[in-house]
């Protein structure tokens, strides 16, 4: 048998609800009684249980402190820097991911020391957000809001690079179960030998559709899926949407979806970039209802695309920004292997010189002559040089020309041409 001491600490927290189910908070509750008790407090978990859900209670009814906050790029975010802020309980960002869907992210630790504060929040991917803070907050003189920088590397890639997310760091999940030993692994094994095929997915959730879940082991920037499955008969994938979300608690956001059959046996969604925990392969149309994955990449996000695609007016990409220089665009080519990457810049350094108003020099001889190669002195850097003429029936004809440059010394090769009057 056991006897225990009575504890007036039991008393004090109850005291602090209206009800005997502990769920709501006495108006009266202040945060320096809260701080008195929280002061007696030591490792009977009843009571840190009884004072955690009060102390939720008294903050949730608090009016927050809200600021906008907009940084210099899109990144990913963890920490927040305060400055004689006063006292912070809790902090909450709202943003707003790529595709337009609202997003939240809690403060998970709260330190202070002096006038500055820290908090740290689950990841976010973004440019701007709203901060709401709950507490004691008072703005003092020194008052500042920083957002402290992290390393990008891990999470997206700003460099041509390989760019596939390692498949060691992914844990593959079925949710409509496996058909003999092809267990789910065997979609991310590297190994084309090797397959992924569920169950009938009618038999599970909805049964509308057939879930596969790749977990990472920490979060990613992520814009592509590309999967292979089989060619034909049961499991052949043709309709499928992309699913994410950031952590584990929150809703599934979609990102992409394919609604008619492709050929072949490869397919590829590419989208807007989101910062991912777990990534959903949703299979909406599955031959027999069934699902069959060879293999399965996804990609972590390169920046280099979107500085390609800041060029442009739109996502056409027929039209160049008036605010582009020649190199803004010679510097993004630098180091480039992938070739879409160099094809797009190719075709943007075409369209800014098709922008430029040409210097035009006309050159009139006594006669008819026969000539093949032109030469002269230019200080000014070439990027393109069309050679038009007339010939001995008066017709204009127009021939493109590859300088040769060495220094300020140019020349103009070209196949021969008779004539007496011509421009460049």
């Not at 979609?187 to 057939?210: L, V």
Request: proline share 2%.
């Amino acid at each position: 048998m056991d006897i225990f001491k009575y504890n007036k600490l039991s008393d004090m927290l109850r005291d602090l609800f209206i009800d005997d189910e502990c769920t709501q908070l006495k108006e009266s509750v202040t945060l320096e009684q809260l701080d008195e008790i929280e002061s007696r407090l030591g490792i009977t978990e009843e009571y840190i249980n009884l004072f955690r859900e009060a102390k939720t209670l008294y903050i949730n009814r608090l009016l927050p402190h809200k600021f906008e906050i907009e940084i210099e790029k899109k990144s990913v975010i963890k920490t927040l820097r305060l400055t004689d802020i006063g006292r912070v309980l809790k902090g909450e960002i709202r943003y707003t991911d790529s595709h337009g869907y609202e997003k939240l992210s809690n403060s998970v630790e709260i330190s202070a020391i002096g006038l500055e504060t820290v908090l740290e929040f689950e990841n976010i991917y973004s440019k701007n957000f709203e901060l709401s803070l709950y507490g004691a907050i008072e703005q003092g003189s020194e008052f500042n809001i920083e957002v402290v920088e992290i390393p990008q590397d891990e999470f997206y890639a700003s460099e041509d690079i390989d760019v596939r997310v390692d498949k060691t760091t992914m844990l593959a999940k079925s949710l409509c179960g496996q058909y003999s030993n092809n267990a789910p692994r065997y979609a991310i094994d590297n190994d084309i030998n090797t397959t992924f095929h569920s169950a009938d997915y009618r038999s599970y959730g909805t049964g509308e559709y057939g879930d596969f879940i790749l977990e990472l082991d920490l979060p990613k920037v992520i814009n592509r899926v590309k999967f292979q499955t089989r060619p034909s008969h049961n499991g052949r994938i043709k309709a499928y949407e992309i699913l994410y979300r950031t952590k584990n608690n929150e809703e599934w956001k979609k990102v992409f979806e394919q609604l008619t059959e492709q050929s072949g046996d490869f397919r590829e969604a590419v989208f807007k970039p989101v910062l991912a925990s777990e990534i959903c392969i949703r299979v909406t149309n599955g031959h027999n209802y069934f699902v069959v994955f060879y293999e399965i990449d996804l990609f972590k996000y390169n920046t280099i695309e979107e500085r390609i695609a800041n060029l442009f007016t739109d996502e056409t990409q027929n039209i160049i920004k008036d605010s582009i220089t020649l190199e803004d665009i010679e510097t993004l080519e630098e180091g480039l292997i992938t070739e879409s990457y160099i094809n797009t810049l190719k075709k943007a350094k075409e369209l800014y010189i098709e922008s430029l108003i040409p210097e035009e020099f006309e050159i009139s001889l006594n006669e008819d002559t026969i000539l093949d190669e032109i030469q002269f002195v230019c200080e000014q850097r070439i990027l393109k040089v069309c050679l038009a003429y007339e010939n001995s029936l008066g017709e204009e004809r127009i021939i493109r020309c590859n300088p040769l440059i060495d220094e300020e010394n140019v020349t103009l090769n070209f196949r021969k041409i008779l004539t007496k009057k011509l421009k460049f």
